[in-house]
């Protein structure tokens, strides 16, 4: 089956990055794992990605809502604003343990192709995969 071509975390809980870091590559899911502490620094590694003369962006964000300096709302804000082409190549899934109604009520209008209960497992993974990308690898 083949891989994505990378996945960005965004997280800004070190250990919720490692465990799924290490679940995505149990499962070879990707070419590459990118690890963002906030939605900052997820920008960051978007721009990153964007340049060059072949641009390489993550095939997959895992993004979750509640992060200090940009949370994933606004990081949703701002991806809208990204160039078309940059924001059909990647899926953004919102992984988080948020229940606030105002959090989903935001959600439902901000480009997340889904939202997912903390922690990943495999499962819910292969989910997103199926749904998003016609792929199983669990």
Known sequence: MPKLTSVLLVDDDPTNNFLNERLLKRLDVAERILVAGNGQEALVELQRASSGPRPSYPALILLDIQMPIMNGIEFLRAFQ?????????????????SMDARDLAHLEQLPAAGRINKPLTPEKLDTVLQMHYQRQHC
């Open 81 to 97: 604003q990204l160039p078309p082409a940059q924001r059909h190549a990647t899926t953004v899934v919102v992984l988080t343990t």
